[in-house]
């Protein structure tokens, strides 16, 4: 696993926040969900637990640190809650979510995983105030209904 400076992402976040604005989120999302995807097929391929390789994975990749996980691969539906992510680490408190990179590694492991596209959104998030970072999957049936069953 490759390790990198916590402000490497960042500072490549913010840079092309300042040139082409927030489009920036959607890129770094596709980027990590294709990112994820590679890392999940390389992953799942020498470990049977996926679940538990994916905890492994994040926590020792130093994205963050997993302290909650609920997966149900037959609803293809996941929650995982993550302390301490490498964007909480820089920007601190931001006021807003700042994990988007972090929503789309998630979304490739998972979509690895279940064996169809699946992508995750932030719902709650250290950098602005919440007690952990949380990020859930988004169906088709839209985001609000969905989330109204947790
Ligand atoms: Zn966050």
């Given at each position: 696993m490759l390790h990198f400076e916590d402000f490497f992402l960042t500072d490549v976040q913010n840079e092309m926040e300042k040139i082409i604005g927030p489009i920036t989120r959607t890129i770094m999302m596709n980027a990590a969900i294709a990112s994820g995807k590679k890392l999940g097929k390389r992953l799942f391929r020498r470990c049977a637990d996926k679940k538990e390789a994916i905890i492994k994975c994040i926590n020792n990749s130093g994205i963050g640190k997993v302290v909650n996980i609920e997966v149900s691969e037959k609803n293809k539906e996941a929650i995982v809650e993550i302390k301490d992510t490498v964007f909480k680490r820089v920007y601190?408190?931001?006021?807003?979510?700042?994990c988007s990179y972090v929503a789309g590694i998630l979304s490739g492991l998972f979509s690895v995983m279940f064996g169809t596209d699946v992508n995750f959104e932030e719902v709650l998030c250290e950098s602005k105030g919440d007690e952990v970072c949380k990020f859930v999957t988004v169906h088709k049936i839209g985001f609000e209904e969905w989330i109204r069953r947790f």
């Open positions: 601190k408190k931001r006021g807003c979510c700042t």
